[in-house]
């Protein structure tokens, strides 16, 4: 699935170096559009070093003179918070804006938008957001860093929209067929009479359990090729 629909909005961010890493992650979870409203530096050294092999995000990134304009387009607008504040309105948790994102963002725009390191969102800014994140901390140290925020929030995302960048998922991984499994249960019961390991009538547990320990294993027809040349072997050297 795709992320074009998901922007992260960072307001008045001080330190060049949070972009840069807020880029960073944001690449690394799959996200590619970054506003900046107002940064108090940008295009800025420190920047362009903590974002690494992400500096084609941080050349992308749009900086605008107002949160409104960083807003155009969008209709789902989420802002993060440390702290839960008095005011009424409904908060949701970093797993719940992974969900709530990735399902709106097939239809419309999303803004995901973080405040400044020292005092988070105005009241007003927060006022033009339909739902709040806090992303669960220690109640006694709530505050993260912005570029740790950017992190966990685009890790929700992307676990969200199911994007498996970097593992193999089992659907890729040619498991063994069951019929190929039982054609091995039958060859390893004969090699293990064979080799005198097993008379059927004084053990009729040990096929069962051992069937039960491959099953568990899930292997792939690899694997399962490797075990048949196995016991061929044992057989022919027996
Ligand atoms: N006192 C500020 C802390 C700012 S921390 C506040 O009340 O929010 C800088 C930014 O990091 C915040 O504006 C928010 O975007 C993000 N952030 C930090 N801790 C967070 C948390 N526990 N949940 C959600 N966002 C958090």
Same mark, same amino acid.
């Given at each position: 699935?795709?992320?074009?629909?998901?922007?992260?909005?960072?307001?008045?961010?001080? +330190?060049?170096?949070?972009?840069?890493?807020?880029?960073?992650?944001?690449?690394?979870?799959?996200?590619?559009?970054?506003?900046?409203?107002?940064?108090?530096?940008?295009?800025?050294?420190?920047?362009?070093?903590?974002?690494?092999? $992400?500096?084609?995000?941080?050349?992308?990134?749009?900086?605008?003179?107002?949160?409104?304009?960083?807003?155009?387009?969008? +209709?789902?607008?989420?802002?993060?918070? $440390?702290?839960?504040?008095?005011?009424?309105?409904?908060?949701?948790?970093?797993?719940? $804006?992974?969900?709530?994102?990735?399902?709106?963002?097939?239809?419309?725009?999303?803004?995901?938008?973080?405040?400044?390191?020292?005092?988070?969102?105005?009241?007003?800014?927060?006022?033009?957001?339909?739902?709040?994140?806090?992303?669960?901390?220690?109640?006694?140290?709530?505050? &993260?860093?912005?570029?740790?925020?950017?992190?966990?929030?685009?890790?929700?995302?992307?676990? $969200?929209?199911?994007?498996?960048?970097? +593992?193999?998922?089992?659907?890729?991984?040619? &498991?063994?067929?069951?019929?190929?499994?039982?054609?091995?249960?039958?060859?390893?019961?004969?090699?293990?009479?064979?080799?005198?390991?097993?008379?059927?009538?004084?053990?009729?547990?040990?096929?069962?359990?051992?069937?039960?320990?491959?099953?568990?294993?899930?292997?792939?027809?690899?694997?399962?090729?490797?075990?048949?040349?196995? &016991?061929?072997?044992?057989?022919?050297?027996?």
């Amino acid at each position: 699935m795709s992320s074009e629909n998901i922007r992260i909005v960072m307001i008045n961010t001080s +330190h060049p170096g949070n972009i840069g890493a807020a880029a960073r992650v944001m690449k690394n979870m799959g996200l590619k559009r970054l506003y900046l409203v107002q940064p108090k530096s940008f295009p800025n050294y420190e920047a362009s070093a903590m974002a690494s092999g $992400a500096s084609d995000l941080l050349s992308k990134a749009i900086v605008c003179d107002s949160f409104e304009e960083a807003l155009d387009g969008c +209709h789902l607008v989420l802002g993060t918070t $440390a702290r839960e504040r008095k005011i009424q309105h409904e908060f949701i948790n970093g797993r719940e $804006a992974g969900l709530l994102t990735a399902k709106e963002s097939q239809q419309q725009q999303v803004a995901l938008v973080f405040g400044r390191e020292r005092t988070g969102l105005t009241n007003d800014e927060i006022g033009l957001c339909h739902k709040l994140i806090n992303i669960p901390t220690n109640p006694d140290y709530s505050s &993260l860093n912005v570029a740790s925020a950017v992190q966990i929030i685009s890790y929700e995302v992307m676990m $969200a929209l199911g994007i498996q960048t970097t +593992h193999q998922t089992e659907d890729d991984i040619a &498991l063994a067929s069951s019929d190929n499994m039982q054609r091995f249960y039958q060859h390893l019961e004969e090699t293990l009479v064979d080799i005198d390991f097993l008379k059927p009538k004084q053990s009729p547990q040990l096929i069962p359990k051992l069937r039960h320990i491959y099953n568990r294993a899930r292997l792939t027809q690899e694997e399962l090729n490797i075990l048949r040349g196995i &016991l061929s072997k044992s057989q022919k050297n027996n």
